[in-house]
């Protein structure tokens, strides 16, 4: 959580680079579906602006949703990464972007070996587990330049680790998202 909080302060209070100054350059954005999964409170910066119509934004959020675990409570912790690129006309941008998700979250596990099986049926524990998964997205959004309300909406496939499916003796490793945010550009 610490290098969290630093990537963040460092994103706010970075220099302005090549962007004009006339533009709002931060951005926070509560995002539904997507990169978070359920849910993440976003936070985005403008690093540099190419021209009036191209610029590159640097994203960073945090996500916290309870675990669905039936032994005890449990919290499931998302940090989702971007970088992307945004092609403005006006008030409307189209963006593209690529970046990873971290996920902490816990799962069921029941041990049973040749020691306990006689000593049925075993207690399940929880186990803790950490993965990293990629993301992109492809979005329409609505800001105006010099700041304001911000809406975006769009499609983000996600792709996981490789999972072994018994059933269809396949491997499936890619998820359909799509995405809807709201926040606020300054």
Do not use: C
Not at 29 to 45: A, W
Not at 48 to 68: A, E, M, Y
Not at 138 to 166: H, S, V
Request: glycine share 8%.
């Amino acid at each position: 959580m610490r290098q969290f909080l630093l990537f963040i302060t460092f994103f706010i209070f970075s220099a302005n680079g090549f962007s004009q100054n006339d533009l709002a350059k931060n951005s926070i954005y509560l995002e539904f579906l997507g990169k978070g999964l359920f849910y993440s409170l976003n936070y985005e910066r403008n690093i540099f602006q190419i021209n009036d119509l191209i610029g590159i934004n640097l994203s960073s959020g945090i996500g916290v949703f309870p675990g669905l675990t039936s032994i005890e409570k449990s919290t499931d912790l998302f940090i989702p990464f971007e970088g992307n690129v945004s092609f403005s006309k006006n008030h409307h941008h189209a963006v593209i972007g690529y970046g990873t998700t971290y996920w902490r979250y816990k799962i069921n596990y029941i041990e049973i070996d040749n020691s306990n099986l006689s000593q049925q049926p075993v207690q399940p524990s929880l186990i803790p587990t950490t993965e990293w998964f990629a993301h992109m997205v492809f979005e329409y959004r609505y800001k105006k330049p010099e700041g304001g309300f911000l809406f975006k909406i769009g499609y983000t496939p996600l792709f996981f680790a490789p999972i072994q499916n018994t059933s269809f003796n396949s491997r499936i490793n890619y998820q359909t998202s799509f995405n809807l945010g709201l926040g606020w550009s300054f």
